[in-house]
């Protein structure tokens, strides 16, 4: 019998910063050298696949034996030659280096609708996507379907929009089919930006036909034969894999004219960002597309009418193409019941933060904050105490512990003083400050205003001003009371929903964490000992060794004491770098 | 006609055109909604967030300027929550921007002050901010002092509008800030300082730059008038203050940037006191020029007309009022009795193309077709014609451009015709007629023969869509021009002086010698009016007289200089470029004893014992309302007609250009090219 | 990429052969700046200049719209430029000790370049790769969990390198 063997080796960005490349070559190289194929009859090939969404145990490394998957994590160049030799060779796993029943817990929780082929199939090769039945969605459209049941398809998934906002999907697409012009755009938002969210840059790299594939669908649906992907500048990856993906497709005819030999045409156009996170809102987005400052512009009208070059145009992010070519081949009712009576399907978060397994994670709409937390993410890092789990990225806002059982969805998380946003879910534990946190989120959103509109442009500096006096121990009666009102003014009054939804962190940590608020205001106190400022290191006595390991690290000198013998940190000189904390074994430094 | 729907802001029922905006809506009924960033007939910015007013019906306040009136509408600007809200933003503002209004230039006129004293701000609650960029202050034009700017974005609108492309927004968050390409000084940028942003500008970020402790803009004395300098006559507003002029601005309300002056027009006018002004009558005496009183000028120069007689020459600028041009005219022909008498206009155009120009409004065309002319804001030449025109393209206008040379305008071009004129507007002519539009027999055979291009097609095809296309010729081209209005259209030739149209529809175009004939021949006695491009004294003239404001070359050689007023201390219409009669006013008391040229034709026709009245308004309204005669004239170009307009411009304005800051330009202008 | 041999048809594509000249200009501006700053490392004032008359585009438009991204730069730039990563996670797990230690190393602030062009040091909001926090790029290749001074010190051979 001839053995058939894939080893699949995990290429994303994670994957890539790993030392992916040089284990896949590794992989390659032993094949080749060992003459594998002719020695043994087996059939044995390494491919690279996509991120599978766990990058913190990156190098990924699947050797599939007959359908059989095992999964190494961790995996360097140097160790490739004993995994090839055991396993692939003589049929052993290595057991100390699989990626065990974290991994397994991580992935059987998920439902993966968007992530089904990431990490599955190469992402370079139109051939291993439509392996796994790519383009079947696209083709039945082109080919058998009217514009309007398409149409009525997505409506009856109740699919929303991934990028934030949950427009329901099917909704927008009626209205760009609706109106009549000689030319409509699609327009595809890769321009991920909140700090924490990894969701579409996966998808992009690493199941890039999937997005392609639904615009292609989204195009026929609304008669539109002209579409930009926005990639944003960070991405060069999935740059350059959508570009090989859409050569692909052009060479198999499913982009450019009469498509799957219909009479329909799309063309298809990678767009690259140039470094500004506003260029995530719309009309922001088809400014830059227009070689303009990507500045929002009031909102006349809905980019479905008039939107990129005053032509309709239907913008939808990466994550809710990727959604379509599936209810497409499944039908609407599969979609719907993924998810809840007003959501359909599932949502990919990037979960990040002092959660003990960090990486995408794709759940069905409707579940709870808690079973994504300790089910799925394995619960807290290093055994502390949950205090918050941030979403929404800048825009949203802090969720606190009693609510964890707040189901995610739209509405829910918009209840809860957060929004759903697009997919960032940040965990904070004990010893996450919630004002620095607020604070750090408005730095970013700061950093990133257009500086068009007045409250947005001075009004997100003042609050972050307000902030940093708070978190050095200078913060004066009335600045709560201050921070809530520029925050609500802000909200009431910005141009776009980057200044709409700035203060959003601030207003969310003040409703849950006010009391932090206040010590740090009226106490001049940390209570999670983050701000640094208004923390002491102190060395317990008791527990000092005196083995030096804090002085020889101080670069301020401000640790006394002679060996064998307890120190002591002199608070004049001290800069409160923590150094010493990190350095001492023996957990003998005080920081509060 | 256009719908109207009805709506109600702040209890007053208006009723305004559909599509119209909230703000210019609330203005119909005197409601007026404060903000920073709006600018009349531009789309609504939406930066500033002061105009949010609340809607009956919505949830949250609408931005006025960029929210459409719909029927029904019940609009309130005053209520709590739009106060607060307005109330919060100015408090922002002023956390960046310096509080000393009590020295502050714009005291008065600042929008910034008057919101914050509307709104009881003395200070900002925040803490206050400096941010720290320099000020621009090394032209004597326009001090850019970003400190003050609020980020309206006014001034890049106007400038961008108006294709001078200097300003524009830079970087972005707390830092964006208005500047210019690589944060370079305006000088270094490509600035005209035709000082438009100034006129937009609601803060103290671009005032003039002599503007500071020049009297507060509510001691002025407004003035509207004109500008006399070139072709395009355009209105202007100045600012007097103990008899001295302040400023000048644009002729529109204060604010508005709907009109376009240049450098020239905003900042010339202090030449009036320059050195070389003439202030007394001048004599010549052993070969120098030495002052003498008006009654021995006049009785000299009386003696010698008389015996001269038709051997008598005037010469002058078209760039006269029609009360001047009237008064020359009969004070030659009835007085003088020469036939003798010319303008400059006889170097650039025949009479009929001035004459036969009709009237139009850029604004309302949907075309303009430019043959053969080079209007540029950079050289000057005709600057508010090319403003303009770059404006309407930017509000949705085609420009068609025809011409032989490589021109700068052609960059905001819809389509440029490159080539002979005459072979393009034929073969335009040709292809609309082959479309099916009306043309005349005449006209028709006369194009018989013409090749008709892809791109003659396209130009065609633009004239065809054209609603109210409006052609500007060069006059010499005006007849091959004026054939296409046959089928479409209006046609203006322009010409290069403020008062082309109004000299030759006075009539103060020669029964005798021409222009030319009497500079290059000479006369017995060549009186001069005004500033004309000549230098040397003719040939064979036996006695010059100069009657200008200002001391020229040509003065220099004469036997007798009288002084003449400038365009801002006399009055009298003209007819601009576009056919519009336009009234100067006197600004401020002539300087020294100037006079009036009509003035001082009465008071040598006084002494002639053949006594001259003054023109009256009806005699010149009589004049001026001429229908202008369309009809087929054969494709020619007519010749005599080569002067190049920069130089003839700046040749007729030679002691404006002599003034100091226009003196600084010219200087700065060479500097950069080198 | 020469600015004289910029086609602007072909740099449109298909995609856009509908828009007018100037749409077309303007369409392509971003991605050709992406180019020059590739080739030069910077947008030198003179290219640009070049670049406005080719395209028909103001200079002080240009400058604009290049100004309002992070990616573009009106300075010569180091031969590596390296970004710390200030994203929740990376600044969590402790990103700006790795900003503070680079500054020191190299005697420069984020956002400065080394006197020998060997590098220019900045921050990034986040490069999507939380997982791996902290991290820094160094020309667009990741460096992950830069914790502990054996890291550190990979980190700083690998920019000098």
Known sequence: MEKNIIIKVCMGTGGVASGGEEVLAKFREMITESNLNAKISSNCHAQKVGCRGFCSKDVLVDVIVDDVKTTYKHIKPDMVERIFNEHVINGVPVNEWLAGPEYNNFHDKQTKVVLSHCGDIDPEDIDSYIAVGGYNAAKKAVLEMAPEEIVNIIKNSNLRGRGGAGFPTGLKWELGLRIKSDVKYVICNGDEGDPGAFMDRSVMEGDPHSVIEGMIICAKATQSNSGYIYVRAEYPLAVKRLQMAIEQCLMKNFLGNNIFGSDFSFDLKIFQGAGAFVCGEATALMRSIEGKRGMPSPKLWRSAERGLWDKPTVLNNVETFANVPKIILNGANWYRKLGTERSGGTKVFSLSGKVRNTGLVEVPLGISLREIIYDIGGGIEGGKNFKAVQTGGPSGGCIPAELLDTEVDYESLARAGSIMGSGGMVVLDENTCMVNTAKFFLEFTQAESCGKCTPCRIGTKRMLEILERITSGKGKDGDIELLEELGNHIRATSLCGLGMTAANPVLSTLKYFRDEYIAHIKEKRCPAAVCRDLITFTIIEELCKGCGSCKRVCPADAIRGTRKSPHRIDKELCIKCGSCFDACKFKAILKV | MEKKVKLQIDGKEVIAPEGMNLLDAGHLVDVFIPNLCYLKGMRGFGACRLCLVEVEGLKSPVIACNTKVREGMVVHTQTEKVRNIRRFILDLILSIHPLDCMTCTKAGICKLQEYAYEYELKNTSFIKKKMGYPIDQINPFIRRDPEYCILCGRCVRVCKEQGTNVLDFIGRGINAEIGTAYNKSLRESGCTFCGSCVDACPVNALPEADRWRKGREWEYTKIPSVCLFCGNGCDILISVKDGGIQKINTGEKPGSTKKYICAYGRFGYDYIEDRTRITTPLKRENDTLKETTWKEALSIIAAKLKEAGNETGFISTAGITNEDALALKRFAKNVVKTKNFDTTLSLYSDIHSMKDSQSALITNSDLIILIGLNPSQWSRVLPALDASIRKRVNRGGKLLVITSADIKIEEAATLTLKGDEITILKAIVKSLIDKGLKADIQLENAVKDAVVTEDIEKAAKLVEEAQNPVIFTSPSLFDSSANLTIIKGKVIAVGFESNSRGVALIGLTTEGKSYSDMVNKGMKVLYVIGEVPLNARPSHTDFLIVQTSHFTELAEQADIVLPSTTQYETEGTIIDYLGRLKKLNRAIDPIGTSKTHRDIFVAISKIMKSPLKKPSENEINKLIKVKPKLSFNPFIRRDGFEIAPREFIESINASVLRGRRLAWLKEAVAAIAV | ?161
């Open chain 3, 1 to 161: 990429m020469k600015v004289e041999e910029i086609d602007v048809d072909n740099e449109v594509g298909e995609v856009s052969e509908i828009l007018s000249q100037n749409e077309k200009t303007k369409g392509i501006l971003i991605h050709v700046l992406q180019q020059i700053q590739e080739d030069m490392g910077y947008l030198p004032d003179e290219v640009l200049r070049k670049l406005s008359k080719k395209l028909n585009i103001p200079l002080s438009e240009i400058y604009s719209v290049a100004s309002f991204y992070k990616m573009f730069h009106f300075k010569p730039r180091g031969k590596k430029v390296v970004r710390v990563c200030l994203g929740t996670a990376c600044y969590v797990r402790g990103s700006k000790k790795v900003l503070n230690m680079l500054e020191n190393e190299f005697g420069i602030k984020s956002g400065d370049t080394t006197e020998d062009l060997t590098m220019t040091l900045e921050t990034v909001g986040c490069v999507g790769c939380c997982g791996l926090a902290p991290v820094a790029t160094i020309n667009d290749n990741v460096v992950g969990e830069i914790i502990g001074n054996k890291k550190l010190e990979k980190l700083i051979d690998d920019i000098r390198e």
